[in-house]
C-alpha cells in the first residue's frame, strides 16, 4: 500500500470482452448485483455481490459498517469497513477459493486532527510469526503539505525481510503532486484538476527489483449535458488506453466501451459493458 493516496489521476482502467452488471436495491440497506463476463480468451463467469450499509452515521456520506461480499469463479470475496468513532476504522478483507483462505488482511487506523497512523496485517499470525506486517504514518506539516512513511515487515518462508519507504504529499484547491521512496523503487504522481469537467495526471514508477519503469499520462473529460465520461491514457511502453461511459437520463442503465492497443507488443484488447441499475 502507498504511503500516500492521490485523488483520480484520470489514468483508464480497461477490460477485455462483454460484461453485464445488474443492480438491484433491495432495502434501504442491502444492495445486490449480478455481474456476466464473456470473452473469447477466457471462460465466461457469473458472479453475484451483496453489499449491506449499517446505520451509524458520522457523517453525510458516511454510514457504517459496510459489508460487501462477492462469489463467482469458485472464489469468494470479502470485505467489512467499521468506524467505531470518527478517529478509528477497522477493515478486513478475506479471499477464500477451494475451501481455504488464500488472502486475508486486516487494518486498524486512527486519524487525528493533523496525522494519521494504520498497522496492516496481510496473510499474518501473532502466534506463529509469519505474514507481512506494514505499519504507516503520515504528519501534516503545513495546510498543504504532508510528510510520512510506510515500514514493511515479512516473515515466513525461513526468510526475514524489512522495507522502509518515505513520502510527501502536496495538495492545494487543484492540483496533488505525491513522492515516495524506498528500497523497493519509486513512485511519482501528479495530479491536477482544469475545471468540473477536465482533470489530467501523470505517474511514474520504478520497481527496483525488476529493474524496469513506466511513466503513464492520464486525463478525463466528463460531459453533463451528453451524461458521458472519457478517460484516456498512454505510457512509455507505448499502450494506447481509453474508456467511455455513457448513461441515458431516462433510464438506470450505462453503456461502457473499452479499448487498449499496444503498439509495442502489436497487441490489442476491446470491451463493452452494460450496467443497469
Known amino acids: 500500500k502507498a504511503v500516500v493516496s492521490t485523488q483520480s489521476t484520470g489514468i483508464a482502467t480497461p477490460f477485455e470482452g462483454c460484461r453485464f452488471t445488474w443492480n438491484k436495491l433491495i432495502t434501504e440497506r442491502f444492495t445486490a448485483s449480478h455481474t456476466v463476463n464473456m470473452s473469447s480468451f ?14 451509524k452515521k458520522l457523517g453525510p456520506n458516511e454510514q457504517y459498517p459496510i459489508l460487501i461480499s ?25 479471499h477464500a477459493s477451494d475451501k481455504t483462505f488464500s488472502m486475508y488482511q486486516g487494518d486498524i487506523g486512527y486519524k487525528g486532527d493533523d ?11 501473532v502466534i506463529n510469526p509469519q505474514g507481512i506486517w506494514v505499519g504507516h504514518y503520515m504528519q501534516r506539516v503545513t495546510k498543504t503539505l504532508s510528510l510520512g512513511g510506510e515500514l514493511m515487515f515479512q516473515h515466513g518462508m525461513g526468510a526475514r525481510n524489512a522495507a522502509l519507504t518515505l513520502g510527501g504529499r ?23 484538476k482544469g475545471n468540473e469537467q477536465v482533470a489530467c495526471g501523470v505517474e511514474f514508477e520504478y520497481v527496483k527489483q525488476i529493474g524496469e519503469s513506466v511513466t503513464t499520462f492520464g486525463y478525463s473529460v466528463d460531459l453533463p449535458k451528453g451524461m ?40 490489442a484488447k476491446f470491451g463493452i459493458g452494460f450496467t443497469i441499475g
Not at 477466457?42 to 446505520?55: L, M, Q, R
Not at 469463479?73 to 478483507?93: D, L, R, Y
Not at 496525522?115 to 499470525?125: D, I, P
Request: proline share 2%; with cysteine.
Open 170 to 192: 502536496y495538495r492545494n484547491n487543484n492540483s496533488e503532486f505525491v513522492v515516495k521512496a524506498g528500497e523497493q523503487g519509486t513512485h511519482l504522481c501528479y495530479y491536477h
Open 228 to 267: 458521458s465520461q472519457f478517460k484516456g491514457s498512454i505510457d512509455s511502453d507505448w499502450s494506447v488506453t481509453g474508456v467511455l461511459e455513457k448513461r441515458f437520463e431516462a433510464l438506470p442503465f450505462c453503456f461502457t466501451l473499452s479499448g487498449l492497443l499496444n503498439h509495442k507488443k502489436n497487441q
Open 115 to 125: 496525522f494519521s497512523m494504520q498497522l496492516t496485517g496481510v496473510n499474518a499470525s
Open 70 to 94: 462477492e462469489y463467482g469463479g469458485g472464489m469468494v470475496q470479502f470485505q467489512g469497513i467499521h468506524s467505531f468513532t470518527k478517529e478509528i476504522q477497522a477493515k478486513a478483507v478475506i
Open 42 to 55: 477466457k471462460p465466461a463467469n457469473y458472479k453475484f455481490g451483496a453489499t449491506y450499509v449499517g446505520g
